[in-house]
């Protein structure tokens, strides 16, 4: 099947803003609707759209499966940590040990606003693999 042109120009002028919007859902998550998991579905999302767009193969070039992976783990220790700074600070596991700001601005949710950030590279590099896993070997196991 061949990639039309004009999808790929009108994928490739959109993908800056959806991960643009992918990451101020991700850090207004605290403030309004939003929030990690579904700035990381957007994040995800417009790695596949690029992937739809101009071909697994190619996108599989810039993006290796494997680094996705090594996010994803690394990600997820990176949570674990940030969880035993709180009990580390005298308090318990996630204790928000940063201080708050001024209420209704980016870092008035204390350490919040970082752990959205983390719960949607995780959920980004998730989705992003899964989807190249489930297209590389489409049920030929």
Same mark, same amino acid.
């Given at each position: 099947?061949?990639?039309?042109?004009?999808?790929?120009?009108?994928?490739?002028?959109? &993908?800056?803003? $959806?991960?643009?919007? /992918?990451?101020? =859902?991700?850090?207004?998550?605290? @403030?309004?609707?939003? #929030? +990690?998991?579904?700035?990381?579905?957007?994040?995800?999302?417009?790695?596949?759209?690029?992937s739809l767009?101009y071909g697994?193969?190619?996108?599989?070039?810039?993006?290796?499966?494997?680094?996705?992976?090594?996010?994803?783990?690394?990600?997820?220790?990176?949570?674990?940590?940030?969880? &035993?700074?709180? $009990?580390?600070?005298? /308090?318990?596991? =996630?204790?928000?040990?940063?201080? @708050?700001?001024?209420? #209704? +601005?980016?870092?008035?949710?204390?350490?919040?606003?970082?752990?959205?950030?983390?719960?949607?590279?995780?959920?980004?590099?998730?989705?992003?693999?899964?989807?190249?896993?489930?297209?590389?070997?489409?049920?030929?196991?």
């Open positions: 099947m061949k990639n039309s042109s004009i999808i790929k120009t009108i994928s490739q002028k959109l &993908f800056p803003f $959806i991960m643009l919007f /992918g990451v101020y =859902l991700i850090l207004h998550g605290h @403030l309004s609707p939003g #929030g +990690g998991f579904q700035g990381g579905v957007v994040l995800g999302t417009a790695v596949i759209l690029l767009s697994i193969e190619e996108t599989e070039r810039k993006i290796k499966i494997k680094y996705l992976s090594i996010l994803e783990e690394s990600v997820i220790l990176f949570f674990i940590f940030l969880g &035993f700074l709180g $009990i580390l600070t005298g /308090g318990f596991f =996630l204790k928000n040990f940063l201080p @708050l700001g001024q209420a #209704g +601005g980016i870092l008035s949710g204390g350490f919040l606003p970082l752990l959205n950030l983390i719960i949607g590279m995780k959920v980004a590099a998730g989705i992003s693999g899964i989807f190249f896993i489930l297209f590389k070997y489409r049920g030929e196991i």
